[in-house]
């Protein structure tokens, strides 16, 4: 039993390291744009998808590398058309959007790639288990958590020491003190929608190792991903990187325990947290308000 | 050509206002006339075009097109061409659904109702059709109920039920694989079901359940399940998810180099999944419920797989295409058979008919029973392949037919009580 349960707190780790990388993302758009991106499953799928398409021709490392920043491009030019436009409103008009951009996607992918899954293959470097008793540890998760953990590093950095993380985390505190600093609140606020994009494209070429490609594999996703923004606190990428790999273990302990109950314990952890600490565990106060 | 009759019956309506306010238009009266003389048999489908199901729910509607061109390149039904008139039902909203086939039954009057290849949807579908007593066909969805406990007078099925799948396999994996089976189960009515007619079977054959992790629809991430099955030691790892679900769970049963540890078997499977799953992932035994790949000779079948494959981008029919091919001619047959497109005069035509080679395209006898309205198909059992044998969709290795009627439980075990009107 304790084998067990050091199994799933491990396993949990794996899967919460993806939840983050897709949530953080998400929580950037969030916190300088106040747009609750409902279409960044789409835009997960678009990433998948592209990377598939690219495989033939720059192989399963190209296509990692080359796929993401496509997906940017179109998430960039997405929100120069579409979202810009709804700054600044109540945030239900941007919500309703991305809502409708959500299902657009999942139709266009579904006319262009067909309804049905499509195979991918992990490389054959990765694709073993590294040992018989740690099976469910493969060369492609160790890859996964690996590639979450630069990316998550990098951004950090970024956000941390250059000019534009600089601006932008003081953008997610008083945007308007910001813009009225001279800075270009557009090309920040487009910059960083295509940065957000950019995560989502690449959670989408490495899911695409671990799922079945087909149109809908975004949706499964997004809720864990907001969830962990919630239990995380908004506002803060530290709290939704924690809130990621929370879930992640919460959700493979209890299915040791009560199976069944493995979806339902992630909204329990939301309940709690938003009844006990509604600001988030590592969150900023109002900033839920 | 089917046609959606949303679009169709407005410019009717139209064209028949303008005829009565225009009057003299002798251009527009022989149309009208005629339009009502030639009233079309309307077939109206209402099953998933998107969402999870979208890609089984096309390949049911592509076979469903297929059969409604053969008979309107004859004569129809009876005489009259048939319109096929589509909705898409979701993938999960039984309240669309049920939505949709009330506005082909109320608005668009259509005389049969085809859906769905959601269990739930199905069973929420037949509530409707029952109610405004419209033969309904449900070609693909499983759950025991709909030709069992819950049977009607006008709702017949296509596929098989859980029940015939576990039983299809079930002596089988016992006697190849082992007596401790460890169960990877949908949670939701399919599953249940599923997993109660294999725990039955194996308790049956004096085997023992080593666990049933019971995985919610939609599943992404099966890798704590399986370390618990793991963990479980059984002989056989029965995977009974379905869809994307089952290309998942395979893909990682594949990655986590389960399956050369433990057998990896399982009841259902089918080739949309099956092609959708990298090389590696496709192994263990299984049932299809039709497959395009038979002995030579069976009538009819190798001009039905170049019709799809023409249809379809040169892709083979699945079970799903044929469920929907069969439910098309069945109906037809049955109405040139009681030579009226009444509803109870065709169901109770159709209850205890045999289907034709041609239409059945396998061995076997095939034909609906009357105490249940459940198609007695096939089971195709066999292995999965990693790669095309001759061709690259043929993914699969048949190595026995069994007749539906040796695994179907006796109606009187489905608890169907069956009230046909008078």
Known sequence: ?289 | MSKDLNGRSIQRRTILKAGLAIGTMQVVSPFVVRALGDEPVKIGLDNPLTGTYAAVGKNELIGCQLAVDQLNAKSGILGRKIELLIEDSTSGDAGTAVQKARKLIERDNVDFLVGNVNSALAQAMAQVSNEKGVLHIVPGGHTDGITGTNCKWNVFRVCNTTRMEANAVSSLLFKTYGKKWHFITPDYAFGHTLYQGCEADLKQLGGTVTGNELTPLGTTDFSAYLIKARAANPDVLIVLVQGNDMVNCLKQIAQFGIDKQIHVAGTQQELEPVEAMPPEARVGVWMFEWYWKQAAGTPGLDQFVAEIRKRNDGKVPTARTWFGYVTIHAYALACEKAKSIEAKAVARTLADMELPPEVKLQPNKVYFRGGDHQLMLSAFIGELLQKGDGDPENLFKVSDIVAGDSIAPSVAETGCKMDMPA
């Open chain 1, 1 to 289: 039993m304790s084998q067990l349960i050091l199994f799933n707190i491990t396993n949990g780790l794996i899967i919460g390291a993806f939840y983050a990388l897709m949530a953080i993302g998400l929580s950037l758009i969030l916190n300088l744009s106040g747009v609750i991106n409902f279409a960044h499953g789409g835009f997960l799928v678009i990433g998948g998808y592209l990377a598939y398409t690219l495989t033939p021709y720059l192989g399963f490392w190209g296509a990692l590398l080359v796929a993401p920043f496509l997906t940017a491009i179109i998430g960039f030019v997405v929100e120069r058309l579409l979202i810009r436009h709804l700054y600044g409103r109540d945030p239900l008009y941007s919500l309703l959007l991305t809502f409708g951009l959500a299902f657009i996607i999942e139709d266009a992918t579904r006319q262009i790639w067909g309804a049905q899954g499509l195979p991918v293959s992990v490389p054959a470097a990765l694709s073993s288990p590294l040992s018989y008793e740690f099976f469910f540890i493969t060369g492609y998760r160790m890859f996964m958590v690996a590639t979450v953990a630069i990316v998550v590093g990098l951004l950090f950095v970024l956000l941390r020491y250059t000019r534009i993380g600089v601006r932008i985390r003081a953008g997610t505190l008083d945007l308007d003190t910001v813009a009225a600093l001279g800075v270009n609140v557009r090309a920040l606020r487009s910059l960083n929608f295509a940065v957000g994009i950019f995560l989502a494209g690449l959670a989408g070429v490495l899911a695409g190792g671990q799922l079945g490609l087909e149109p809908t594999m975004g949706d499964g996703l997004l809720m864990p991903s907001f969830i962990a923004i919630i239990v995380g606190g908004v506002g803060s990428l530290t709290g939704t990187l924690l809130g990621g790999l929370l879930i992640g273990v919460a959700s493979g302990l209890t299915a040791v325990i009560f199976p069944s109950a493995s979806e339902a314990v992630v909204y329990v952890m939301m309940a709690v947290v938003l009844l006990v600490r509604p600001r988030g565990l590592l969150g900023e106060e109002g900033m839920m308000t």
